[in-house]
């Protein structure tokens, strides 16, 4: 199983980034697929997740507005477009997957993490 992120770097604040994650060695469509991140002495926090199936998505408050998950089956890939970047939101972003079927469900997997971080 591997879950490999790319698109992190350095921003300016307002500014913008779009982070891939592409799954590998599992089936994606049956696994909801989510980013976390997690600051210098802060725990990890859900930033966003779609579902195995119809797609639904959540997103944390505080970048409601602001971010778009989405994912594409096909390619077994999972993205997030954030805009309007604030220096809070810097971070180690993780992706995520968690088994939604019976036979997945106690399967849970992530990502090395990308660095986001977002000047002042």
């Known amino acids: 199983v591997q879950l490999v992120e790319s698109g992190g770097g350095l921003v300016q604040t307002g500014g913008s980034l779009r982070l891939s994650c592409a799954a590998s060695?599992?089936?994606?469509?049956?696994?909801?697929m989510s980013w976390y991140r997690q600051a210098p002495g802060k725990e990890r926090e859900l930033v966003a997740d779609?579902?195995?199936?119809?797609?639904?998505?959540i997103y944390a408050e505080s970048v409601k507005g602001r971010t778009t998950i989405s994912r594409d089956n096909a390619k077994n890939t999972v993205s997030l477009q954030m805009n309007s970047l604030k220096p809070e939101d810097s971070a180690v972003y993780y992706c995520n997957a968690k088994g939604s079927t019976y036979l997945t469900m106690r399967n849970n997997y992530w990502g090395q993490g990308t660095q986001v971080t977002v000047s002042s």
């Open positions: 060695g599992f089936t994606f469509s049956r696994y909801v």
């Open positions: 779609i579902t195995s199936s119809s797609g639904a998505t």
